[in-house]
Structure formats: C-alpha cells, structure tokens
C-alpha cells in the first residue's frame, strides 16, 4: 500500500522560501517508472500541478513557476523535498504530493498523500 | 500550455445518471484522468487511461472521450458520490501537467 505524507511550515511571510516534504512508504523511487509530483490547492480553486520527479532523476517543473521551484529526491529517507522561493500570498494552498508511474495507462497520480496547508503572510 | 475545460456544477437525482465533461486540446493525443475530491479531502483517482477504474472503486463510475472530449459518467448516482471531480491529462505540448477547474456535483 502506497502512502504519502507531506510536511513543511503553516505560516511563511512573503519573499521567503519555503521547504516542503513528502515522505512516502510502499514504493521505491529507485524503481524504474516511479515519479513523485507536487501539486497544490488555493482555498476554494482549482488544482494546480507544479513538478515532479522521476526515479531517473529526471525533473519536470511548471512553466508558471519555473526557477522558483527545486524537487530533490533522498533515496535514503523515502523523501521529496519542494523548495519553493521569493513566496507570495497567491502561493497560499494545501500542496499535495501524489505518486505516479510512467508505465501505467494516463499515467495518472493514483495516491496522494493528505496535502499540507502554507499560509503566506506577514 | 494546454487548459482543460469543465462545466463549474452539475445535479443529479438520487439513482440518476450524470456525465461530467472535460474539453481541451490535449485529449486528442492524451488520454483524461478523473479525480473525485470531497471537502476537506484529498483527491482520489476515480478513473484513469479514459475508462480505467483503481481497484476497489464502485462500477457506477466510468470513463470516455473522443477527440478534444472526455467524460465522466456516474450511472446510479449516491449520496456519497457528492463532491468535486477535476480532470487532468498531460499538457499537449510538453512533459506537463494540466487540471481542469473541477464540476461541482450535487446529489439530490
């Protein structure tokens, strides 16, 4: 069974940076396939994909954010890691990390994990 | 980059049926993934690959689509069928992904 969990601050003021982490059981990123995304949720919206990375280490960052954005892997730990920079009150959303597998039909993101609220404010 | 398309709210009688559509560029070579989302939650995958259904899912909910269109139907609707379905595929011109902005259902 595939489990995520996501970690990272509540509050964060604007123009800081923030670090998120998904910490995942029930599947290996060293497997051929395997990718882990990060998409988020303002209150009320839509959902919003922002990046992933795949067990090649290869990664894949929205355009609307890029070079805000950095997705590094821990093999070790079982962990992603989404720092995001330079943070606004339009970054306020529940961010959500899901995984997915390249081989699979849609390759649609088939667990997620409960998501995480960050609140931008001074 | 590509957008998706969703009506913002559907109702459905108790035991109806209701399709749910998405529409967009990208669902002429990708196909559309569903996700059911009820307040407070999570999102869960309801369909993938246009008519693939996760394990343990109910069979009331099925998937099709053609050309720029993909649905979502749900024959039998119940109460718990309530809550918000976004569709999402990868983006047509690149190794990205898009979400629709979600169709409100309501079970009545």
């Known amino acids: 069974q595939i489990t995520l969990n996501e970690s990272g601050p509540t509050l964060v003021k604007p123009t800081q940076t923030v670090t998120l982490t998904c910490s995942f059981s029930g599947f290996s990123l060293t497997t051929s396939g395997a990718g882990v995304a990060w998409i988020r949720q303002p209150p009320g919206k839509a959902l919003e994909w922002l990046g992933l990375?795949?067990?090649?280490?290869?990664?894949r960052y929205s355009p609307s954010l890029r070079g805000r954005l950095t997705i590094t892997k821990d093999y070790s730990k079982n962990q992603v890691v989404l720092t995001m920079t330079d943070m606004d009150s339009e970054d306020t959303a529940t961010y959500y990390c899901a995984h997915k597998r390249v081989m699979v039909q849609g390759e649609p993101f088939d667990s997620w994990g409960q998501g995480t609220l960050v609140i931008v404010s001074s | 980059s590509s957008e998706l398309t969703q009506d913002p709210a559907v109702s459905v009688a108790l035991g109806q049926t209701v399709r749910i559509t998405c529409q967009g560029d990208?669902?002429?070579?990708?196909?559309a993934n569903w996700y059911q989302q009820k307040p407070g939650q999570a999102p869960v995958l309801v369909i993938y690959g246009k008519n693939n259904r996760p394990s343990g899912l109910p069979d009331r909910f099925s998937g099709s689509g053609s050309g720029t269109t993909a649905s979502l139907t749900i024959t039998g609707a119940q109460a718990e069928d309530e809550a918000d379905y976004f569709c999402s595929s990868r983006d047509s011109s690149s190794d990205h992904y898009v979400f629709g902005a979600g169709t409100k259902v309501t079970v009545l």
């Open positions: 990375v795949y067990w090649d280490d290869d990664k």
């Open positions: 990208s669902l002429r070579r990708y196909s």
